[in-house]
């Protein structure tokens, strides 16, 4: 008889171990499942804030890029070349320097710059891609009665350095 209750501690023992064991299990599964959802949310939480930022940047940048005065132009355009990345900023500066700025000079251009509509089209913390509605409106010495004329612009952007920089604008 004392075979069989020492039978039974063993599995009484055994039975309390594998419920130890199993619960262990089940906090560790819990455990890593809330790290996954964790993470899912703070993913979340870059992105939005990402297509939040990379949204005003665009339409900012591009109002800086494409708006200006033909009697402060070098100054106005090459104060919107600090909001590009590197090879965009190159041509860039080389478009102002030698067409953008000459021609306004020449002409009396003035070009107001607004930004009717943003949105996204793809976000990640990192990069970003935002389709803009602007209105232009523009003046010269020749045609003093404004000329207002809409167009669409997508604008691809990188955050460097915890800025968003205008890698790219196209037209659409």
């Known amino acids: 008889m004392s075979d069989n209750n020492e039978d ?17 299990v089940v906090v560790v599964a819990l455990a890593v499942a809330v790290g996954f959802l964790w993470y899912d ?11 939040t930022e990379a949204v005003d940047a ?33 041509d860039y500066t080389t478009l102002v320097q030698e067409t953008i700025a000459p021609g306004a000079k020449e002409k009396q251009l003035t070009v107001q710059v607004s930004v009717q509509a943003a949105a996204p089209v793809s976000t990640t913390p990192d990069e970003a891609v935002v389709l803009l509605y602007l209105n232009q409106t523009t003046t ?33």
């Open 8 to 24: 039974k501690r063993k599995f009484a023992v055994t039975k309390q171990t594998a419920l130890k064991i199993a619960a262990a």
């Open 41 to 51: 949310h703070r993913q979340d939480q870059l992105s939005e804030q990402a297509r």
């Open 58 to 90: 665009a339409g900012k940048q591009a109002v800086a890029m494409l708006a200006y005065d033909f009697a402060d132009v070098d100054n106005q355009l090459a104060a919107a070349a600090d909001g590009l990345t590197g090879s965009f900023r190159d």
């Open 140 to 172: 010269s010495a020749d045609a003093p009665d404004a000329r207002t004329s809409g167009s669409r612009v997508r604008v691809s952007l990188q955050r460097v350095d915890d800025r968003w920089l205008v890698d790219q604008l196209t037209p659409v």
